[in-house]
């Protein structure tokens, strides 16, 4: 195990291994990001918006929400004819995370108590001034830990791209093994158990750290 450990974590192999955590945590963010805002939109439409457009958002949440992952990050990098393989790799989570968080927070919406928008117009808000400043804060203090659970199903998710040369921490442990017989080391089942183990622990740190942040925001919250 020792031994191990020492031809896995020499200093450039860390360094390499952490720059893979970058791109997990950019994608991440990225897609969180995006997701939130177009999800939102989505949400928006689907519930308020009786017409063609509502519908249309309505459509793509039920499409998206009931297909795998897998399928969309695939057909992004194979038939889009644009970007790099990060961007469309990237693209095709962010399509799939939009149509979770809309329900997220359409469900946060209709939490709301529809006094909160009579209140609203009595007080002179319009109804865009009344979602901004009114409804959407009060949705989003509301589904904080459903939205913080789908940004730790996210992390998680940006291992499907290591099946496509998309070089995050998962492609690069699998790479970094690769590379350990041209560095010296012997492979055996200790060194895939040590190195696959540790990426492991790595998930797991970082998302029970979010976990953490979410349980102490809430409590302030509900203080």
């Known amino acids: 195990m020792i031994n191990a450990l020492q031809d896995i974590f020499t200093p450039s192999n860390t360094k390499y291994l952490l720059t893979g955590l ?28 009786r017409r063609f457009i509502g519908k249309l958002a309505g459509a793509y949440i039920e499409i998206f929400r009931n297909t795998p992952l ?5 057909i992004c990098l194979f038939v889009m004819r644009f970007g790099t393989t990060f961007f469309r ?29 009579e209140a609203a117009q009595s007080q002179g808000f319009g109804k865009i001034a009344a979602f ?4 959407l804060p009060q949705t989003f203090i509301r589904v904080v ?9 996210t992390i998680k998710d940006t ?11 998962f492609y690069r442990s699998k790479v970094l093994l690769a590379k350990l017989p041209g560095q010296g080391a012997t492979i055996t089942g200790t060194h895939t158990l040590v190195t696959y183990g540790s990426i492991a622990l790595i998930y797991f740190a970082v998302n ?16």
């Open 22 to 49: 970058f791109y997990t945590i950019l994608v991440s963010v990225v897609t969180v990001g995006v997701s939130t805002l177009f999800g939102t939109v989505l949400a928006l439409l689907r519930n308020y918006e």
């Open 70 to 74: 897998l399928l969309w990050i695939m």
């Open 89 to 117: 790799g990237t693209f095709g989570l962010t399509l799939y995370t939009s149509s979770v968080v809309a329900e997220i927070i359409r469900g946060g919406l209709n939490s709301i108590d529809k006094g909160q928008f």
């Open 132 to 135: 901004i400043w009114i409804i």
């Open 145 to 153: 830990p459903s939205l913080m659970s789908q940004v730790v199903t």
């Open 159 to 169: 291992s499907f791209l290591s099946g496509y040369a998309i070089a995050e921490m």
């Open 208 to 223: 029970f750290s979010l976990s953490c942040i979410v349980r102490l925001m809430m409590k302030r919250t509900s203080a």
